[in-house]
T-cell receptor
Framework: GEDVEQSLFLSVREGDSSVINCTYTDSSSTYLYWYKQEPGAGLQLLTYIFSNMDMKQDQRLTVLLNKKDKHLSLRIADTQTGDSAIYFCAESLGATSGTYKYIFGTGTRLKVLA | DAGVTQSPTHLIKTRGQHVTLRCSPISGHKSVSWYQQVLGQGPQFIFQYYEKEERGRGNFPDRFSARQFPNYSSELNVNALLLGDSALYLC?????????????FGSGTRLTVV
């Protein structure tokens, strides 16, 4: 099936680390993504990870992938008030069908407290 | 460099009317996809076009149609609008049909059906 799940809310204090979790169901996913959406805006690609990797670090962002458990997480170090937004996890499907589409989670609203 | 541009940014239509949304991909990008994002949810895949051919469509009724032009820009058309069509419509482009390194999204067109 095609389903991506995320927790709805996360609140952290400025300077702390944030960890946003995601589970997906389709084991054929080749790439997994994290997008950020600020109020009234489109989606901004933060980072992505290939399915044969288990970790990727990009400045303050660390992505961990547990392919066995179909679990993806995004860690934001030294969280700032500008990080307050909705974060979407997405899996890429299409290697077998030829239609390349993303399946998005419902999004996690991150609130950073000053 | 211009990103993905969508027009109009906001639109109000009456039930039963027809609407056309427009998208210009990043220069050199040949793949365009359309997503619908209802308030409080993650984006849902509507269509993918690559090299002016439809590569796939999501679980949307035939009232939804799209096309891609020789310059790779795209239109999304929705006929016989329903209240439930109210949403943010996002266009995304990629240089490849697989979007492996991530689709770039536009800021969207917010459609309100009254």
């Amino acid at each position: 099936g095609e389903d991506v799940e995320q927790s709805l809310f996360l609140s952290v204090r400025e300077g702390d680390s944030s960890v946003i979790n995601c589970t997906y169901t389709d084991s054929s996913s080749t790439y997994l993504y994290w997008y950020k959406q600020e109020p009234g805006a489109g989606l901004q690609l933060l980072t992505y990870i290939f399915s044969n990797m288990d970790m990727k670090q990009d400045q303050r962002l660390t992505v961990l992938l547990n392919k066995k458990d179909k679990h993806l997480s995004l860690r934001i170090a030294d969280t700032q008030t500008g990080d307050s937004a909705i974060y979407f996890c997405a899996e890429s499907l299409g290697a077998t069908s030829g239609t390349y589409k993303y399946i998005f989670g419902t999004g996690t609203r991150l609130k950073v407290l000053a | 460099d211009a990103g993905v541009t969508q027009s109009p940014t906001h639109l109000i239509k009456t039930r039963g009317q027809h609407v056309t949304l427009r998208c210009s991909p990043i220069s050199g990008h040949k793949s365009v996809s359309w997503y619908q994002q209802v308030l409080g949810q993650g984006p849902q895949f509507i269509f993918q076009y690559y090299e002016k051919e439809e590569r796939g469509r999501g679980n949307f009724p035939d009232r939804f149609s799209a096309r891609q032009f020789p310059n790779y820009s795209s239109e999304l058309n929705v006929n016989a609008l329903l209240l439930g069509d109210s949403a943010l419509y996002l266009c995304a482009s990629s240089s490849s049909d697989r979007g492996s390194t991530g689709y770039t999204f536009g800021s969207g067109t917010r459609l309100t059906v009254v």
